[in-house]
């Protein structure tokens, strides 16, 4: 108990002077100074003992002393026996101080480490806390004669000196009343001591006026009567009701009131199923009246919106709302049932506002809040992800605000069963984050808290955690039986009366609202309900408000426009030798590597030459291009600056003083800026935080990249539930890229795939572009297309690895310039045979195209074309149908490097075959070449590769 972490705490002030002085003294000689003291100073650990030789300052003997009344005069020199009786009995009652305010310091300590596993947090009263021995007196020494004598505090608590009952009285209001604060993880001495000052005292026992309450009951009024209206008009319909977890309401708009007048203009919102409908209605302000249309079915119909939509309890909205004669924005994010997934898409969309309102070092303008449930934050490695970012330099936005409205259970899962450590929110301290844990049934006591998480981050830029703990009054919707899995705690439930009541009573019998008054407020809402509900039968939805806003001018590409539409992404030549120029250009004195010295003056003379532009270089013209015509760039993923392949070297690196400089950022004076961020080793998070930022910022390319393309697996969801869908279910439109690396080169199973297939059966509706280049030139023209359509949507690549560095995938600046285009299928370029004569088409898509090349120049074959699809899907069909057309006497066939059931033969079977039959040839369905079908992607055995990647390429040649 003698340790470091009591000193921590007595080392404060006056204290550490005159413990430091006295423990000098003791280490110079242990019997100079009190036994006790000298046992004391014993039982001390190295780093206690550092602490104590660090300090420095004034003796705090006197004012001990003088703590307890003035000092006495001193008298005549007494006789040397009285004299030395006096000595020892004043050295008695100073060691007996110094240790009552060491010992209490060590209790109060405990309580700020310990107080809240005796805190009063679960309205059902069935989780009793446990008296822990850290916070009972006794552990330090003290009896119940101690409790009424004096002690010396310093001004810790607020008190100069008190007695231990006052000292306990106030440790357990502060942290074992309807709070408990866990805050001594953080290694902060501000945010901390920031904490202890708003914490200790309890001062939300009175923070709250009559006019205060009034505002809190209303907010609970419409919490508690928007489900129980919805409870009696739509019997049996899901809607994953907040009944149970009420406070969550006031505690929302509590965080938003308060962030307001700090500095926020705009606020995103993320959250679960649970308590939805009632934070679209009561606090981002959707109409009751289209809510109610929604549950009945009207309003809804195709004629009326645009997509498919989604199940209510799923979808978003937006408003702006007048806090204080501020308007601030606030919009709650469409998500599926994956429900933590949407997190990391909220504080990506709060990134790219705040990028946009050119906050980019406070990041205070913005601010996402994100509610989640306490299954779903233990549970969710998506979680962590989406903290573990908050303080990177590429991703973080000045902190967020997590909600926990904490049912204390999930499903049917018990805590027990679903997490390992004391609380739902423990992987919150792996960033430093306070956590409030907070009794749902005070709603003083949530608010309060509410307002110190949203002041705690306008302060100190950081994540924090608001852990509501309530209960779920009904199952995990509506129609299910809770009481299969936990009759305990549903019989307990039932007996329940609601937060609301509870809190009506209170401030009835203290005189603040009268039971009259709370029962009409109550009325008056429900008949605003019953009007709201009665309008809904006749209700209308505008038109949809998407493509407004930063989206105004863009247009929805629906399936009746043209698929292979040739949009404005060359560029002038002048322009393209601009940008050329920067990319090589280097500051004087500036030490760069000597082999990146080398493949800036080859890109330097392909650039002055026009000829030889590799993969890099042309993407970096796309890049440059846009910067010059005012769009910002953000690329994002693992090791993204340098590039995984050693290709990129976006950023450049001083040798000796490791600065950096990016070439791409130094093309004209006032340019937009290009940003490339390497991420954490994550994709699910990094991929949702990326689709956050496009789904903000329509005129910013926005490029995640998979160290390898097989990576994105990890981030699957994002993939299926936003990426491919949310346009469609939402009317939510992104223009975000995915860069893919793929190809096989014997890198074995899990380097060679981008599973191209997964991306190809989740296309239709025009919902995403899916891509797989040969040239340089094609891959700008791409990414610029990007921008310069009038709409957006996902691009998905297939990027090279082999031919970043190979010779024959090169483009010239021509390709690139005026008169130049996207190309949907690039048709045979080598010289063969008449096109009569030609007995087979070969058909493919990305690197295999060179491994065919090669091995029909070495063969010397002039009968057979090689057709490139560079465009899978929206599938190009009139560019397939002109390069095929000529060839009337060949055989059609594809060609995949990968195994039969994968790649993209299974999605383009059918589809050439369906081209074909338009055509006045030969051919009439194709045929496919490639690997035997196979379980695992690609092989792991160099030699075994080679021969497969042979017989492929020999039998597509028919040799």
Known sequence: MAGVDVLATAMTGANAAYLADLYARWAEKPDSVDPSMAELFAALNDEARAVLTDATGASWAPRIRGAFGPEPEKPAAPAKGAKAAAAAGDAEATRRAVLDSLRALMLIRSYRVRGHLEAQLDPLGLSKPKPHPELDPATYGFTEADMDRPIFLDMVLGKETATLREIIAICRASYCGSIGVEFMHIQDPEQKSWIQRRIEGAPWLTAFDAAAKRELLADLTKAEGFEAFCARKFVGTKRFGLEGGESTIPALEAVIETAAPLGVNEIAIGMAHRGRLNVLVNVVKKPFVQVFSEFKGVGANPDDVQGSGDVKYHLGTSVDVEIGGKMVHLSLQPNPSHLEAVDPVVVGKVRARQDMAGDTKARRSVMGILLHGDAAFAGQGVVYETLAMSQLIGYRTGGTVHIVTNNQIGFTTVAAHAYSGLYCTDVAKAIQAP??????????????????????????????????????????????????????????????????????????????????????????????????????????????????????????????????????????????REVGAALCRIPEGFNINPKIARQLEAKKQAIESGEGIDWATGEALAFGTLLLEGHRVRLSGEDVQRGTFSHRHAYLIDQVTQAEYVPLNNIREGQPKFEAFNSLLAEFGVLGYDYGYSLADPHTLVLWEGQFGDFANGAQVIIDQFISSGETKWLRMSGLVMLLPHGYEGQGPEHSSARLERYLQLCAERNMRVCNFTTPANYFHALRRQLKANYRKPLVLMTPKSLLRHKLAVSSLSEFGPGSAFRYVIPETDAIAPEEQVKRVVLCTGKVYYDLLAERREKGITDIAIVRVEQMYPFPRNSLAKALAPYRNAEVVWCQEEPENMGAWTFMDRRIEKVLATLDIKAKRPEFVGREEAASPATGLARIHQQQQEALVRAALGL
């Not at 008056?524 to 209700?539: G, I, K, R, T």
């Not at 939805?541 to 493509?547: Q, V, Y």
Request: proline share 4%; hydrophobic share 40%.
């Open 435 to 576: 956590i409030l844990h907070v009794n749902g049934d005070d709603p003083e006591a949530v608010v309060f808290c509410a307002r110190m998480a949203a002041e705690f981050r306008m302060q100190f830029g950081a994540d924090v955690v608001l852990d509501i703990v309530c209960y779920r009054r009904h199952g995990h919707n509506e129609s299910d039986e809770p009481a299969f899995t936990q009759p305990i705690m549903y019989n307990r439930i039932r007996e329940m009366r609601t937060t609301r009541t509870l809190y009506a009573e209170r401030l009835a019998r203290e005189g603040s609202v009268p039971a009259e008054e709370s029962k009409a407020m109550y009325d008056a809402f429900n008949a605003q309900l019953e009007e709201a509900y009665e309008a809904a039968q006749s209700f209308k939805p505008n038109k949809a408000d998407w493509l407004e806003g930063h989206w105004s001018g863009l247009k929805s590409a629906t399936a009746g426009e043209e698929v292979e539409k040739l949009h404005d992404t060359a560029v002038p030549l002048d322009t393209l």
